[in-house]
C-alpha cells in the first residue's frame, strides 16, 4: 500500500521559514518521482518542485514561483522527501501536498493528506 504523509505545516510570519516532510512508502522511488504541489485558498493546484524526475533519482526541478525561496531535497534512509520553504510571503499560504508522479502512466498517482502553511502577520 502506498503512502504519503506530509507534516511540518503551521502559522509563520513573512519572512519566515518552514521545512514540509513528506514520508512515503509502499513503491519504488524512481519509477515515481515526488512533487510537492500546493493550493491556495480558492484557487488550482500549482505544482512547485518535483525530486526524481526523468528516472533520476536526484534530479530536481522548481518552479518560478519559488525558485530561489524553496528547496527540495530526498533522505532516501529515512524514506523522506522535504521542502525547506524560506523567505515567506503571505501569497504562499496554502495546503501543501506531497504527490507521486508517475512517467508511466503521466499523472500524479498517489497523494498525502496535506499540510497547512498560513504565513501572515
Known amino acids: 500500500e502506498v503512502q504519503l504523509v506530509e507534516s511540518g505545516g503551521g502559522l509563520v510570519q513573512p519572512g519566515g521559514s518552514l521545512r514540509l516532510s513528506c514520508a512515503y512508502s509502499g513503491f519504488t522511488f524512481g519509477v515515481y518521482s515526488l512533487s510537492w504541489v500546493r493550493q491556495a485558498p480558492g484557487k488550482g493546484l500549482e505544482w512547485v518542485s518535483a525530486i526524481g524526475s526523468g528516472g533520476s533519482t536526484s534530479t530536481t526541478t522548481t518552479a518560478d514561483s519559488v525558485k530561489g525561496r524553496f528547496t527540495i531535497s530526498r533522505d532516501s534512509a529515512k524514506n523522506r522527501v522535504y521542502l525547506q520553504l524560506t523567505s515567506l510571503k503571505t501569497e504562499d499560504t496554502a495546503m501543501y501536498y506531497c504527490?507521486?508522479?508517475?512517467?508511466?502512466?503521466?499523472?500524479?498517482?498517489?497523494w498525502g493528506q496535506g499540510t497547512q502553511v498560513t504565513v501572515s502577520s
Open positions: 504527490a507521486a508522479y508517475s512517467d508511466e502512466s503521466a499523472d500524479f498517482t498517489y
